[in-house]
């Protein structure tokens, strides 16, 4: 029996499905291998590549009207998906002056409604803004804000509901992974976040390594697909194989113009979720990363 197409890396596959029609007879081994790296890419540029910029606590009218600036005046690839994460309180005001053809999202929202919860903001507040975005889960609403796995299903169940595609964080902290319990964590997650998810049509899976997050240490284009290439296994064995097959996972973590290239070109990475550099003028190259 074959693998399955988008569980295992490109290379893996082809030599895999290679050494099976190599036993069968009249077969032609050169048209074997090409036939069988299309359709592993055609599976991979299947899913859109989505490129977030999470400016978070960051920017003023001025500053961030520079990088709107730059956005809108960029020549981006037609085939990328791009949305910016804009603090709450400019979400307004970067949907009004951001090109239409890029997406906006809020940082974070609550679990309900409306309320007595100071500080919080709905996702009809985000909608009323014109946004369809939010990022929920990020490692700093974790571990500076304590927000508990619980806590961010409910989060995610409650954004769809309320037709928010939801950009869903998950991430390991440095000491897990030198445990070597990288899988269990991220998967435990990942296992709060499909629990409440009911049409993954708005999902986008953002794997950001809590140890590459702002340090400048990347993880290598290996270390980044062998996670995402067991989340989308992950995804295969417990929601189905059309999901597995359909979600976007990308990867955050210090990305920038120098390293986009390589982590991009990997089968499972479908693009990125960036902080810093998605401030400055190199963003557009990130965004460009498979032009």
Avoid at 113 to 119: H, L, N, R, V, W
Avoid at 153 to 172: R, S, T, Y
Avoid at 175 to 200: C, H, S
Avoid at 239 to 257: E, F, K, L, M, N
Wanted: proline share 3%.
């Amino acid at each position: 029996m074959l693998p399955s197409v988008s569980s295992l890396n490109i290379y893996k596959l082809t030599f895999s499905i290679v050494g099976f029609l190599s036993s069968l007879a009249g077969v032609d081994i050169l048209q074997s291998v090409c036939l069988v790296r299309s359709v592993c890419l055609a599976i991979m540029s299947s899913r859109k590549f989505f490129v977030g910029g999470n400016w978070k606590m960051n920017g003023d009218k001025e500053s961030l009207g520079e990088v709107i600036m730059t956005l809108n005046t960029a020549s981006l690839n037609d085939e990328t998906e791009v949305v910016c994460g804009a603090p709450s309180i400019y979400l307004d005001y970067v949907r009004s002056k951001l090109d239409q053809r890029i997406g906006v999202a809020a940082q974070n929202c609550y679990k309900v409604p409306k309320g007595a919860f100071t500080g919080e903001i709905s996702p009809a507040m985000i909608k009323d803004c014109s946004v369809d975005w939010v990022i929920l889960g990020h490692s700093e609403r974790r571990h500076v804000f304590g927000e508990s796995d619980e806590l961010i299903g409910q989060k995610v169940a409650h954004c769809l509901e309320n037709d928010l595609g939801v950009i869903a964080c998950i991430g390991e902290k440095l000491e897990e992974r030198e445990a070597g319990t990288t899988e269990d964590v991220v998967f435990e997650q990942t296992k709060v976040i499909a629990d409440n998810v009911k049409d993954w049509t708005h999902v986008v899976i953002a794997y950001e390594p809590v140890w590459a997050i702002g340090t400048g240490k990347t993880a290598t284009p290996d270390q980044a697909q062998e996670v995402h290439e067991k989340l989308r296994g992950w995804l295969r064995a417990n929601v189905s194989d059309a999901v597995a097959d359909s979600v976007r996972i990308i990867y955050g973590g210090s990305v920038t113009g120098g390293n986009c290239k390589e982590l991009a070109a990997q089968p499972d990475i479908d693009g990125f979720l960036v902080g810093g550099a998605s401030l400055k003028p190199e963003f557009v190259d990130i965004i460009n990363a498979r032009a």
